[in-house]
């Protein structure tokens, strides 16, 4: 029984919100404690946070372009720099929605020596509100309407639970990174005039 609870718990320590989605769904069906899904999952979540903040800080600004991301476009390090300080508490909230936001995001607003206080708030909002997410989806997918008496097989309703939860990350991250990224005048990694001048 213990090993079971360790083994999920350093899943969801390294694998992070990835693995949020199979164990709440586990949780759910009963066959791990959902008290120890929401306090894991959102103990490590926050954690892992920290650590990518702190690594970001120790990176710094001045050894960012060494990065493969930013080599040779300093602009980006400003844009970034900029997204921050307008829409930081956004952007660490949707980093919990969107995969391909959440380590750079904590690791850029480490080295931009973002306030820890609203760091964790943001993060914490949206850890919390993800978890609420996944727990919701996850009760319909694994209730006996669904996997019992609609797909008869438990294990294909967490199949089709997890590619359902990557379709919803797929639809909605393109139109969120799209729009962060006019909101700060970038177009194909380059800053427009047009974000250069005014207020946004």
């Not at 083994?7 to 320590?13: D, I």
């Not at 900029?82 to 750079?104: D, E, H, M, Q, W």
């Not at 089709?160 to 139109?175: R, T």
């Amino acid at each position: 029984m213990m090993l079971k609870y360790f083994s999920a718990f350093l899943v969801m320590l390294f694998l992070g919100n990835i693995a949020d989605v199979p164990i709440m769904f586990l949780g759910v069906r009963g066959e791990l404690s959902l008290y120890f899904v929401f306090i894991a999952s959102f103990c490590t979540d926050i954690f892992s946070d920290l650590f990518w903040y702190w690594l970001g800080g120790k990176i710094g600004l001045s050894r960012f372009e060494r990065i493969w991301f930013f080599k040779g476009k300093e602009e980006k390090i400003e844009t970034v720099g900029k997204a921050l300080n307008r829409y930081g508490f956004v952007i660490l909230f949707l980093s919990k929605f969107i995969t391909t936001l959440g380590v750079p995001s904590q690791i850029v607003a480490g080295a931009h020596k973002y306030p820890i206080k609203k760091l964790l708030l943001a993060n914490i909002v949206g850890a919390a509100s993800l978890l609420l997410v996944v727990y919701n989806l996850a009760r319909i997918f694994a209730s006996d309407t669904v996997a019992e008496k609609f797909l008869k097989n438990a294990d294909l309703a967490l199949v089709l639970f997890v590619s359902f939860i990557v379709l919803l990350h797929y639809l909605i991250s393109k139109p969120i990174n799209k729009l962060l990224l006019s909101r700060n005048g970038v177009k194909d990694g380059v800053e427009s005039n047009a974000g250069s001048h005014g207020n946004i």
